[in-house]
């Protein structure tokens, strides 16, 4: 599984690099601020909302910490997706969040 570390993921973003990131975090979790721009499916709905992952893009996975992204990570790996885990998750997010 392919890894990055959040402070990586936040250069990309300052860099307004075209990213796709998913977040696998809980409705409450997700309330309290996201990555601007990520798309929010909790992690035990991926399996039934695969038709809203296009194939042709490349995913960063977030989650509170990483373990729940690694996870997803895994899982949607095994289905043909082309994702990345984010090691440290929203834990170690230092920018501006989006409500």
């Known amino acids: ?26 409705d409450d979790e997700v309330a309290q601020g996201k990555i601007p721009g990520a798309k929010h499916i909790p992690l035990g709905e991926i399996p039934e ?15 509170r910490s990483g373990g729940r992204s690694g996870k997803a990570s895994e899982f949607l790996e095994n289905q043909g997706f082309d994702v990345t885990n984010v090691d440290g998750g929203m834990l170690a997010w230092t920018e501006d969040v989006e409500k």
């Open 49 to 63: 909302r695969l038709n809203e992952i296009d194939k042709s893009n490349h995913y960063y996975m977030v989650c």
């Open 1 to 26: 599984m392919k890894q990055i570390a959040m402070k990586e993921l936040v250069e990309k973003v300052k860099s307004k690099e075209n990213l796709h990131i998913i977040d696998v975090r809980e």
